[in-house]
């Protein structure tokens, strides 16, 4: 963060007008410390495997076999594509055996794996160390290669570039694992390349008698130098036989030492726990559905050892995933970030389909109730002793801390669909655990005319999602003032002012305003979630993400600091406030709220304007004058090069927040520049003494 003299912002253009933001000390409502979550669709964009998730090699249990969007195999040109199937592509496919927009398997595929040097490399599906993965990598080199010269080039092998690159550094380690089964090696040798298949890393020879006629795990380390010109960030991994025979490998695994509980990967890590999130919410999304039984998500089948789940094919967004990060981590994830997980909860329906019949779905409430119990039960329930057995013998959450969301985007209203899908699963879970929050599914396009939440059945919130443009989310400040408080509390599950695509300060000002309606609105708006969070620029089908990575480096959306901000300064209580322009008239400032955090006073500014605005915050006479500091803390995000600033990978910083202190006056008041599109946090640090009158209570906030 920088700091910068406030005068400094008198570089913008005045409109000549003063607005007053006028702070009462009458507290309206609590806020929901859960305003600020966030939601990981596990699989999109590569997010995970190939971001997130710290595994770098790209198919690494030969399953993929060619099946949708891959890297490029090194020393062929062409890239496989496998874009998002769209679902008019969706309901006019479908293969024999397959989900509509699954395509079928290549068996002899095992890109994007490539020989090296002289030696025959095929698929083994008879060969396997785990029969729920069945498919093996078999290698021969002819008798010719030599034993003795570690060197030799004749050397036959593979290599697989990881997801676009594997960012191999100075001075850094890696934990090279994998199964084998030897037929006359003895010994491989591992290492990473540079983008030329020149050594850039120190190279490890593995002795593999002990797999002689069995299969085995080995594992090993890889590592560079502190002084390594050939480091790259375009690097990949060669594996190489040494002497003549045979070897099938499978679950070939590579993981940067410094891994993040030995899955994230850090850099990316670092930024979502930075967000502090109120929960999680997971898997999905669309990659919850997928298209059909063979490609929704099942969490029962991303149970064990990750090395013998089976995976599936993402048809929701058109690669294949080996399902390594399965419920077991996403809870791991929750827990590492200190956040509470909201799980969602399959109902029957997938992408461009119709429901399963309910008379068939029982299969699904009893799916949703032995989700909660692998959360929440104790050790001595099945699921509970699954989960102990996965290394977590005390529950992830409690009843009251876990969130089911059950569906995503359903649009289907009639009896039998949607709203009886939601029964089904809404009585099978509260029968056992009536404390829990679930979410419907809510308003995002179709009519929810028949909703369970309009016809009678419990609802504890439903899922509202908006993508608008820019303009159109920048009005969107008051969406809730008039909303019926008869309804549900909402959760608005998916945002983002990303029509037109428009990556900008000006995109991060409108939501903004649309987040700070949020907050304004508290009493009904009880949590919300951006989307999408992760995005592999190398793999994007959603073009609008609020963390942006390649192999070794990333950036964030101004969007994503903007909400760092206002998560920073999340308030406990909403305080009264009015905004004025000049004489009376309209603000020209967007939307502003004010409230407490602990003894601190908050208020949050959007400006989606294009002049300087003056801004006189009158704060409540209650303050005790011998707690009214001298200065408030200012803090900015805005740009001297306009609305249509933004980040990339080679200026990650191009906006970032500035701050400044500003005087207070002893009338109560202090003036505030606030520049042309900007978000402006202002912190009046210990002046809350009116929160804490004698025998007054601060609201409470329900969830």
């Not at 048809?315 to 419920?327: L, M």
């Not at 995503?408 to 209203?413: C, G, I, L, Y």
Request: glycine share 10%; net charge negative.
């Amino acid at each position: 963060m920088h700091t910068l003299v406030l005068g400094v912002l008198a570089c913008w253009v005045s409109s000549g007008l003063g607005d007053i933001l006028t702070v009462s000390s009458d507290r309206k409502f609590a806020l929901s410390p859960l305003l600020h979550s966030i939601f990981f669709e596990t699989e999109i964009n590569f997010g995970s495997e190939g971001g997130l998730y710290a595994e770098l090699i790209c198919n690494r249990d030969f399953e993929t076999q060619g099946r949708g969007r891959l890297p490029p195999t090194p020393g062929v040109q062409a890239e496989q594509e496998g874009r998002r199937t769209s679902l008019g592509r969706i309901t006019g496919h479908r293969l024999s055996g397959l989900d509509p927009g699954e395509p079928p398997a290549n068996v002899a595929s095992f890109a994007p794996w490539a020989p090296l040097g002289d030696i025959t490399v095929s698929t083994d599906n008879t060969r396997h160390p785990f029969s729920t993965n069945p498919v093996s990598l078999r290698l021969t080199t002819p008798a010719v290669n030599s034993t003795t010269d570690a060197g030799d080039a004749t050397l036959g092998g593979v290599r697989n570039p990881g997801y676009w690159g594997i960012n191999v550094k100075p001075g850094a380690s890696w934990n090279f694992s994998f199964y084998v089964l030897a037929d006359g090696i003895k010994e491989v040798q591992v290492a990473l390349v540079d983008e030329s298949g020149e050594l850039a890393s120190l190279e490890s020879v593995i002795d593999v008698t002990s797999a002689q006629g069995s299969w085995v795990q080995l594992t090993a380390m890889i590592s560079t130098p502190t002084t390594c010109p050939l480091c790259t960030n375009n690097g990949m991994l060669e594996f190489r036989l040494r002497g003549s025979g045979t070897v099938n490998i499978d679950a070939v695994s590579l993981v940067p030492s410094d891994a993040v509980g030995g899955l994230w990967r850090k850099d990316i890590f670092d930024k979502v726990s930075a967000l502090r999130p109120g929960f999680i919410r997971m898997p999905g999304g669309n990659y919850l559905e997928g298209t059909g039984q063979r490609t929704r998500w099942n969490w029962k089948k991303t149970l064990g050892q990750r090395e013998a789940r089976p995976g599936h094919y993402n048809t929701a967004w058109g690669y294949w995933v080996t399902d390594a990060v399965g419920i077991h981590e996403l809870l791991l994830l929750c827990e590492a970030v200190n956040a509470a997980p909201q799980l969602s909860a399959y109902t029957g329906y997938s992408m461009g389909q119709k429901y399963v019949p309910l008379n068939e779905s029982g299969i699904f409430a009893q799916d949703a109730v032995d989700l909660v119990e692998y959360v929440v039960g104790d050790s001595e329930t099945p699921y509970g002793r699954r989960r102990a057995a996965a290394g977590h013998p005390t529950p992830f959450a409690s009843d009251t801390t876990l969130r089911l969301e059950v569906g995503n985007e359903e649009r289907a209203m009639n009896p039998d669909d949607y709203p009886g899908h939601y029964r089904l699963i809404t009585q099978a879970v509260w029968s056992q655990h009536p404390n829990l929050t679930v979410v419907a599914s809510g308003r995002w396009g179709p009519p929810i005319e028949g909703s369970p939440c309009l016809t009678g059945q419990r609802c504890d919130a439903w899922d509202d999602h908006y993508y608008r443009t820019p303009d159109v989310m920048a009005g969107m400040g008051h969406e809730y003032d008039s909303y019926n408080r008869s309804l549900p509390t909402v959760f608005v599950g998916e945002f983002a002012a990303n029509v037109g695509h428009n990556k900008t300060l000006r995109a991060a000002v409108a939501e903004a305003v649309f987040m700070l309606g949020f907050e304004a609105n508290g009493d009904v708006v009880k949590s919300a979630s951006f989307a999408p969070m992760l995005n592999n620029v190398n793999g994007t089908q959603w073009d609008y993400d609020l963390i942006n990575f390649c192999s070794d480096r990333l950036y964030t959306l101004p969007s994503y600091t903007m909400q760092l901000m206002l998560r920073e300064a999340a308030g406990d209580v909403l305080l009264a406030s009015s905004l004025k322009g000049s004489a009376g008239g309209a603000s020209t400032i967007t939307m502003a709220t004010a409230s407490t955090q602990g003894n601190d006073i908050i208020i949050k500014l959007a400006a989606y304007i294009d002049t300087l605005t003056n801004l006189t915050i009158q704060l409540p006479a209650a303050i005790a004058a011998a707690q009214l500091p001298q200065t408030a803390i200012i803090q900015q995000l805005t740009s001297e090069f306009g609305p249509d600033a933004t980040n990339t990978l080679d200026r990650p910083n191009a906006v970032t927040p500035t701050s400044a202190a500003v005087n207070i006056s002893r009338d109560y008041s202090l003036v505030v520049q606030v520049p042309p599109w900007s978000v402006t946090i202002v912190r009046i640090v210990g002046a809350v003494t009116f929160a804490h009158e004698e025998g007054s209570s601060a609201p409470t906030s329900q969830q």
